[in-house]
């Protein structure tokens, strides 16, 4: 970092603070010219390179506006990050924040609320914060019951939230006229998905009529487990992956093999396997065509 910069607390600051330490506008602007810091906002700066990833990016605006307004909490998608959940569908170019204010503000960066004095805060790396039952909820008002969802199936099940809390928290934003978005997801959401993939797969093909089951596990005449599938379409033969190819890059050739062997033994089984990858997430009709087609194979068979 440049010893012009030392005293940004955490890689971040603020024109208040600058002008504190004896540096002019003239400076600040000279700075950014020059890249080496970096405008995060109106009066908000950061110091260095930008970060490589929008979470990361949000995580340091936050920071910086926390510092601009102390008496400030993070809220919706910006508590959601702030307790590392994922934040899927949601806009991460501004941050979310309730602070005592009489009615909703926006500036450069960010959308200020008025405090909810029903909502517990908590406290996180990025700063204070809702907690997660209150940023869900938050979340599916503000951006739809699927990115509410997702978000949901995460915190559920990693056990950070209960489902009961989340219709607590949706039943005391009842007169909130967007309210039937959180309902919708207190209704959707499974502990059983395990990523962000699964969760929008499950969406996709429960919002299409395909009633689905996630995480079945598959046994063999014997009882020996053959595998746990991602979804399975009730009532069928059809096993549903989500194939984040995360699995096979940490485990190299040697997971790839085993997937392989896994699915032909599901096959052999008389199961019809679809796979579906972030690409295919993007044409949500294919996919929901493909898995029809898969069902019709499966009865065929059947018959």
Same mark, same amino acid.
């Given at each position: ?9 955490? &890689?971040?600051?603020?024109?208040? $603070?600058?002008? @504190? ?21 109106? &009066?908000?700066?950061?110091? @260095?390179?930008?970060?490589? #990833? ?19 909490? *993070? ?6 990050? !702030? ?6 569908? $949601?806009? *991460?170019?501004? !941050? ?11 500036? #450069? ?34 951006? &739809? ?20 809390? *989340?219709? +607590? ?29 699964? #969760? ?43 194939? &984040? ?20 033994? *599901? ?22 065509? +493909? ?6 194979? #499966? ?5």
């Amino acid at each position: 970092m440049d010893d012009t910069w030392g005293w940004a607390i955490g &890689g971040v600051f603020t024109t208040r $603070m600058a002008l @504190g330490h004896g540096i002019d506008r003239d400076v600040l602007t000279a700075g950014c010219r020059r890249g080496v810091i970096r405008s995060l906002g109106r &009066g908000l700066y950061g110091v @260095g390179p930008a970060a490589a #990833s929008p979470e990361a990016r949000h995580a340091e605006l936050c920071r910086a506006l926390l510092l601009e307004y102390p008496d400030a909490v *993070l809220a919706g998608r910006s508590a959601l990050l !702030a307790s590392g959940l994922p934040v899927w569908g $949601m806009p *991460l170019s501004t !941050a979310l924040l309730r602070r005592p204010v009489d009615r909703q503000v926006t500036r #450069s960066g960010a959308r200020i609320r008025a405090l909810d004095p029903g909502a517990t805060v908590i406290d996180t790396q990025t700063g204070p914060a809702t907690s997660p039952v209150h940023a869900i909820v938050q979340a599916a008002l503000d951006h &739809g019951a699927a990115v509410g969802v997702v978000t949901a199936d995460a915190a559920l099940g990693r056990g950070v939230v209960a489902h009961d809390a *989340l219709v +607590a928290e949706t039943s005391r934003r009842a007169g909130h006229r967007r309210v039937q978005q959180a309902v919708a997801m207190t209704s959707l959401c499974d502990d059983r998905s395990e990523s962000v993939g699964e #969760s929008r797969l499950r969406l996709v093909l429960v919002a299409a009529g395909l009633a689905v089951t996630p995480q079945v596990q598959v046994r063999d005449a014997g009882g020996a487990l053959v595998g746990r599938v991602d979804l399975a379409v009730d009532g069928t033969n059809v096993l549903v992956e989500f194939d &984040g190819l995360v699995k096979y890059r940490d485990g190299g050739p040697e997971a790839l093999v085993r997937e392989k062997r896994r699915e032909d033994r *599901l096959r052999e089984l008389g199961y019809v396997v679809v796979r579906i990858t972030w690409q295919d997430l993007r044409h949500p009709d294919r996919v929901v065509a +493909a898995v029809r087609r898969a069902v019709a194979i #499966s009865r065929r068979h059947a018959a």
